[in-house]
C-alpha cells in the first residue's frame, strides 16, 4: 500500500480534528483574509467572545493560528506553514486516487468494459 495513504499522523491528526467544527473553519476563513483579534473574529456569530477565544485556542494548539501580543491586543493569524502541510498530504491522497482511478479505467477498457 502506497504510504500516502497512511493516516496523517498526530501532527495532521489535531489539525484535520480541529477543522471538523464549521466554526473553527468559518474562523480559519475569516482569518485567510487578514488577521484580526478575537473581538473581531467573534462579530459575526452568535457566540460569546469566550466561545471564540476557546475555538482560537483549539487552533491555536493545533498549529493552525498564532496569536502574538502587540500593546493591548493579540491579533490571531493563521499559520501558513501547516495550512500548507495539509494541503501537501490532501494533494498526496488526490494524486494517489487519481492514479488508481486511472489505473482501473485502463484495465477496464483493456478488458472490453469499458469503450
Known sequence: MSSTLVAPGPDLDSAFAALGDPVRRALVARLARGDATVG????????????????????????????????????????????SLLGTWIDAQRRTWNDRLDALERHLADDGVVR
Open 40 to 83: 473581531e473574529l467573534a462579530e459575526p456569530f452568535d457566540l460569546t467572545p469566550q466561545a471564540i477565544s476557546h475555538h482560537v485556542g483549539v487552533l491555536r494548539r493545533c498549529g493552525l493560528v498564532e496569536q502574538r501580543r502587540e500593546g493591548t491586543r493579540r491579533p490571531c493569524r493563521l499559520s501558513v506553514d501547516r495550512l
